[in-house]
């Protein structure tokens, strides 16, 4: 198409050069002069390469550029001294704020005594699955070296984190934020709020994070947390704004066991966007996030002019454990007075109810200009359906957890590179079944294979007493159900297929399934990740090995 008009319009030049220059006057009610035949030519002509400069030139998104140095230092997250892995001397790590379609640079120093790596949790790597960061996907960084991420956030908006993926260097820090914001031509579905703050809370261990890590390679669950905290601190850090604004608050679950629940004394939250999908604008006064989502809310400061308690609590746990941060209006002079609002504590059903009340926005442009409900996901036919059952287990008289009663363990090679140079003997595809077999949990490197464009459901299924937190790296899903339980396919008549919200990552509460479909193999891998609130963190559950025919 291109180069059709490029030569007929080459081939116009010339048949207009040619007549030009044959020195024959015009009749358009007079004749044409040579000095403004040579003026009609330039222009004409200079008109034409600009034209033709549209075709030649393909311009490329803006790019962003980053160098982190990590190092360990001394923090004092809770007044004594710990071991603390910073970005560029920050704890947390510096925020990314783009916009859609940017293309992002990261140069990782690694100055560490330990390999590493980072992902970035939530961003879809499309056409760059070895850019997600996690072992399946990527050699870690080797220490003193580095090494450096390029990767597109193409057609995403939201709010998203990074943290680091190998071992357990997400409990000593190198997490930070990472919003996307909407491209200027296209319209978000509400008004653009004053300012954003970006919230960072999680749990926090007094323990080193390599003594966590022994803890758990000898088969010793992790204890309860010791503390939470809100962008580093238990409390302390504020954030301010004016009477009668409104304010965007971007709040992730950045921590590797526990659930929390969010709110504002004296103030509503209206929910506009989880996990890079604008929500059904619905109000809630509190709000539960699971280890890895991410959510942002609107905060309109119409109370009296104060300060106020910015809490998070966990959730599923005895003790209760409480971070507070403030929010102050401008000119505030008052501080913030007792009591705090109070949050659940463990009532699992609420909060399964609240996570059926979160639904797409169907009408609302996500990251580009067509309505994110025009999208029909309810109809299109499923391929093929997985059960994973999470469980506890014992294996060689040490506890381990297994999906479909495979322990997952990382090769040596990652998945990425055996399956692109063809290296045999590091994977076996269906090496894991598409159902929970009452057998022997075992050792193994469990792969799917799937087809390409294939949608697939997804059952998730939660036989512990504790949440677990299901995530799909470099890729989203759509949560359609909620049920106590045992899955049967007769369930599937209570599906929400007409407004269920894209995530990345979903809770799974104790004795209950949840149920996900989404297309799948369109990258040639995805990492599903399986997160226990309380026994284990982060252990790759299965890999997607996704096979081009």
Known sequence: MKASVFASTLAFLGSFMATFSSGEEQNLGGTISDKMRQAIFLHFFLGTLACLSLFCVKAEDPYRYYTWTVTYRTISPLGFPQQGILINGQFPGPTIECVTNDNIVV???????EPLLFTWNGIKQRKTPWQDGVLGTNCPIPPNTNWTYKFQT???I???????????????????????QSRSVIAIPYPIPVEEFTLLVGDWYNSSHKALQNRLDSGIPLPLP???LINGLPSGSTFTGEKGKTYKFRVSNVGIATSINFRIQGHNMTLVEVEGSHTVQDVYDSLDVHVGQSVAVLVTLNATVKDYFIVASTRFTKPVLT???LLRYAGSSTPASMPMPIGPTYQIHWSMQQARTIRWNLTANAARPNPQGSYHYGTIPIQRTLILANSETKINGFLRYAVNSVSYVNPATPLKLADYYNISGVFKSNSIKDFPLSVPAVFGTSVIGTTLHDFIEIVFQNNETTIQSWHLDGYSFWTVGYGSGKWTPDMRKRYNLADANT????QGIPSVMECNIGIFGQQRNVELEVCDMVTAVSRTAIVY?????
């Open 503 to 506: 995530r990345y990552t979903v």
């Open 107 to 113: 140069d990782v120093i690694n100055m560490l005594d």
């Open 154 to 156: 193409k057609d995403q």
């Open 323 to 325: 971070a507070t941060s």
């Open 545 to 549: 090995q996704s096979l081009e025919q």
């Open 158 to 180: 939201g709010t998203y984190f990074y943290f680091p993926s190998t071992l357990m260097h997400r409990a000593a820090g190198g997490f930070g934020g990472f919003n996307i």
């Open 226 to 228: 010791d503390s939470l």
